[in-house]
């Protein structure tokens, strides 16, 4: 049977980026499967605190991380939702991992590398990095295996930033199933969410994140329709008169063009978006000093109206699920998690028995 697993980090409410790249495509996952795929989807606090936050935040953003994917339309009696923590399973796994888990593959994980970098700057690891460097942030690879491995995940929806944090659980599987003779853990498949990364609206060379302090250059899934139309009409793009898609020379508009694509129709693609906007009168009449500002201006505007379309409903159910939290002080979603703990800490367990045996843990 097909066990379909995800994991995202408590950052709070969630921005386009987390949306398109993750939860939009959970929910049309959930809303696709077969009744006896199971859908498991985590909110990986014990990831979260590989960077320190002031007391209370941590808390806060995972409740705002839970209600947007109950706001999305996960459904907790359809998929089990759960916090990381809740289920010690996985930290048990990947101590049991890191033990066949290879340094040297860990030392060449981009995420780590570009941390480290920081240090070869400074002619070798000069020891203030290194103390500042943290073992938890080279583990980090090692309990995401854990978190899909846990659970026998058979397919992995992510952005495309993760996939090589999959292949490293596939070689966690090699590693273990080889070491212990048997196929004890199962392989998992990255599924790559169709949706290019989503940039930063005022540097399209960053990715949208939450960790950026120009709150402009992100849309969350609580700005307002008009919040959602300033952001996108200031979003960096460039003056070439005769629109285009290419990522590379022209990232701004193309990144407008894809989330256009995405959000208008599944099955059009960034360039069938250019060819509608320059076939507009709009635009083909224009001069060759104003063409690029009515393309951007046609582009801007539909892309706006589009996002408010999209996210009215996730918005609304958003702002009912907080309401009901302040008036039940949390008990709601506390149920909500406590529900998914409960099944996701069986399914690991059927896991954490065939490993225990294999390893000769336990008695
Ligand atoms: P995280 O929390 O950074 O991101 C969650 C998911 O959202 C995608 N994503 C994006 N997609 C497009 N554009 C963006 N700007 C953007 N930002 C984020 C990511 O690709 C991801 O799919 N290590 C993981 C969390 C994790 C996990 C797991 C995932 C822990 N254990 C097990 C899958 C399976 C992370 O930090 O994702």
């Known amino acids: 049977p097909k066990v379909i697993f995800s994991g995202i980090q408590p950052t709070g409410i969630p921005h386009l980026g987390n949306y398109l790249g993750a939860l939009q495509q959970w929910k049309r996952m959930q809303d696709e499967a077969s009744p006896d795929t199971r859908l498991i989807f985590c909110i990986v606090d014990l990831h979260a605190i590989t960077v320190r936050r002031d007391r209370g935040l941590l808390a806060q953003y995972k409740k705002e991380m839970l209600a947007a994917i109950l706001a999305v339309g996960i459904d907790p009696e359809r998929s089990t939702i759960f916090y990381q923590s809740s289920v010690p399973a996985h930290s048990e796994l990947q101590w049991i991992l890191s033990c066949t888990a290879s340094m040297g593959y860990l030392s060449r994980m981009t995420q780590w590398k570009s941390k480290m970098s920081m240090a070869e700057d400074q002619e070798l690891m000069d020891k203030k990095v290194l103390r500042k460097l943290k073992h938890g942030l080279f583990s980090y690879p090692i309990l995401q295996a854990a978190d899909i491995l846990v659970h026998r995940a058979t397919h992995v929806p992510v952005g495309k930033d993760q996939s090589q944090h999959l292949e490293f659980a596939r070689e966690c599987v090699t590693n273990f199933n080889a070491a212990y003779g048997g196929k004890h853990l199962v392989y998992p498949e990255t599924i790559l ?171």
Not at 261 to 269: I, K, N, R
Request: cysteine-free.
């Open 193 to 363: 969410s169709p949706q290019k990364r989503v940039m930063s609206l005022r540097d399209p060379h960053k990715k949208m994140s939450k960790s950026d302090p120009d709150p402009s250059s992100r849309i969350l899934l609580t700005d307002t329709p008009s919040e959602t139309t300033t952001k996108i009409n200031r979003a960096i793009t460039d003056t070439i008169p005769h629109i285009s898609y290419d990522p590379d020379s022209r990232p701004g508009v193309s990144n407008l063009l894809s989330l256009l694509s995405h959000f208008a129709d599944a099955s059009q693609t960034p360039q069938d978006v250019v060819d509608m906007i320059n076939s507009f009168d709009e635009v083909t009449s224009a001069s060759e000093g104003t063409r690029n500002a009515a393309a951007m201006k046609y582009l801007k505007g539909k892309l706006a109206g589009r996002i408010n379309d999209e996210l009215g409903g996730v918005r609304e159910r958003y702002a009912a699920i907080m309401g009901r939290t302040e008036r039940d002080g949390g008990e709601y979603l506390r149920e909500v998690v406590e529900f998914g703990g409960k099944k996701a800490r069986e399914s690991a367990e059927g896991t954490m028995e065939i490993v225990r045996a294999a390893v000769e843990l336990g008695i």
